[in-house]
């Protein structure tokens, strides 16, 4: 079957390129399987890039400098140099510097949280706390096989807390935009799990529904609203005011594995096996747009099984205008939000997982 409608002619779509890659230093004693990124990650600041290399190891690496090492075209070169230079000669901000992070199972989940001291903590206000996050601090989640989530401080590398209540790994992880520093996990235990990291890791809320495992989970842009999904077609709604479930959205076929909802927070998309990525009306429960990456679409029979298109992750751009989409057929995908049709593709080997960059310029895929 092809991988576009007989309408659209594949070599008009245009193609977008490689600017550069990061690679898992070889080693002869280390065996491929296990090297795996699950997952990678921008800080909101743009101050890092974040990646699971495999083997339990996280990768940070400041966002300038790694810029700097791929081929970009004279204009970027200049961008990236003025923001180097701003970061250096700023004495309040701290000098990003490159980690190389054990974090003693392998990683299946990555999030950068940032404080904002104006915004109070959703958590009743504690007295005497164990850590006092400051304006600039910057805390990078890291969900573990073991089913543990460790948060360090992404500019020195050091571990802060260790949190441990799941039963099985921790599949992904989200911090609150609104800078409150409340984390939510989703796990293969079946449940998603709130933390209050103002309050030195407090363990909030468990929130309970789903029927299987739990693949993903992403806030709206105001933290009012959470989306989660997983296995058994489920894609969930959650009020994170009363941490009560408000809508089930129906139209998945098959295990749903990522979702992200707009800049604005108008729309969300959801990407599942059943080679379809979904665009909702978070509000009213509806389908928006429906992204196919087989043609015919297979029947939801045959959606249910393995299909050679299951798609593993999307990602919205920042101006709220652009889907990227990554399918097993080993092609990467950009989407308009108004064409049912890709507008440019890249060839990606074993895709797993995308994040565009804080600017949006970029797109990471592991």
Known sequence: MASFPEFVNEADIATSHLIGELSTPASPFIQKSG???????FAPDGSYLAWSQGHRVVRLIPWCRCLKRFLLDDNEKNKTNKVLLRQNSSENQKTPG????DCGDIVWGLAFGSSVPEKQSRCVNIGWHRFKFGEDQLLLATGLGNGRIKIWDAYTGKLLLNLMDH???????????????ILVSASRDKTLRVWDLKDDGNMMKVLKGHPNWVYCCAF????????????????????MNKYAMIHKL???????VSCEFSPDGALL???SYDTRVIVWDPYTATVLLDLGHLFPSPSPIFAGGANDRWVRSVAFSHDGLHIASIADDKKLRFWRIDCSCPVEVAHLSNGLCCAFSTDGRVLAAG
């Open 220 to 239: 709206s842009p105001d933290s009012s609203v959470l989306c989660s999904v997983g296995a058994g077609k489920a894609v969930f709604l959650w009020d």
């Open 35 to 41: 090297r795996e990124t699950w997952t990678v990650a």
């Open 167 to 181: 039963t099985e790994v921790v599949r992904d992880l989200t911090f609150a935009p609104d800078g409150s520093l």
């Open 98 to 101: 490159e980690h190389t992070i």
């Open 269 to 271: 998309a959801t990407a």
């Open 250 to 256: 129906e139209g998945h076929n098959n295990d749903v």
